[in-house]
Nanobody
Framework: QVQLAESGGGLVQAGGSLRLSCAAS????????MGWFRQAPGKAREFVAA??????DYGDSAKGRFTISRDNAKNSVYLQMNNHEPEDTTVYYC?????????????????WGQGTQVTVSS
């Protein structure tokens, strides 16, 4: 198993930047594919970005603005978010896929963090 803890959320102005971090503990971090999702109240959880050993994938809302990266030595995955829009206001979740797929599907991820709130002011 792996435990995930997100950090880095907060209040940011539209057009500004935030960097989310997700620290993993437990089983060897390199054996997981990692993803970021987000979920607004009353809405379905939305795919944001994913990374495995050497590839990345982005949802439509993230393309051109967000960058996912990982540091295996620090057991961490990051989401650099630039040019924030008010629509980015929501809770962001880090997730781990034990089969290292570059997946957009929620069902591929067995482990989830508690989430971190991002609020974008206009």
């Amino acid at each position: 198993q792996v435990q995930l803890a997100e950090s880095g959320g907060g209040l940011v102005q539209a057009g500004g930047s935030l960097r989310l971090s997700c620290a993993a503990s437990g089983r060897t971090f390199t054996t997981y594919g990692m993803g970021w999702f987000r979920q607004a109240p009353g809405k379905a959880r939305e795919f944001v970005a994913a990374i495995n050993w050497g590839s990345t994938d982005y949802g439509d809302s993230a393309k051109g603005r967000f960058t996912i990266s990982r540091d295996n030595a620090k057991n961490s995955v990051y989401l650099q978010m630039n040019n924030h829009e008010p629509e980015d206001t929501t809770v962001y979740y880090c997730a781990a896929d034990p089969y290292v797929r570059l997946s957009r599907s929620i069902g591929s991820y067995a482990y989830w963090g508690q989430g971190t709130q991002v609020t974008v002011s206009s």
